[in-house]
């Protein structure tokens, strides 16, 4: 669990420069793993990884507060039924749902639609690779 949701350690950055060009960032309430208290928390997804810090200041030397792979991630949707807060969504895997509140309901809208994107994207890799290869044959 630890290396899926959070950690710092760095090799569960995957080698990802995350302090500049990200794919989406921006600031969403995340619900605590263990004590379920909604923190604010800046996000930054680039390389199929999201990462997030106390501070929207992220440099080399920032610490991730925690990391989800996205190849980890099964689906992604609107969640405001489900804890009744407005702006929600939720990112389940295999063994966990996470929640997460955006400012507006087009910052949920975003979030949905690039993690739904680099999802669909790790699949189609995966897809890719496992796909036989008959050009030798």
């Known amino acids: 669990m630890q290396a899926l949701w959070g950690g710092n350690k760095k090799d569960t950055y995957g080698g990802v420069e995350y302090w500049h ?6 600031w969403l309430q ?7 208290t909604w923190r604010r928390r800046w996000f930054v997804m680039k390389q199929g990884k999201i990462f997030w810090f106390k501070s929207e200041v992220v440099t080399p030397d920032s610490i991730p507060r925690g990391v989800v792979d996205v190849n980890k991630c099964l689906s992604i949707k609107g969640a405001e039924d489900t804890i009744n807060k407005a702006n929600a969504f939720e990112i389940s895997t295999q063994t966990e749902s996470m929640f997460f509140i955006a400012d507006s309901d087009k910052e949920k809208e975003d979030w949905i639609n690039a993690i739904g994107r680099a999802i669909v994207k790790h699949s189609r890799s995966l897809l890719e690779h496992d796909r036989p290869d008959y050009t030798n044959s």
């Open 21 to 26: 060009t990200p794919e989406r960032c921006g």
């Open 30 to 36: 995340k619900q605590g793993e263990y004590i379920k």
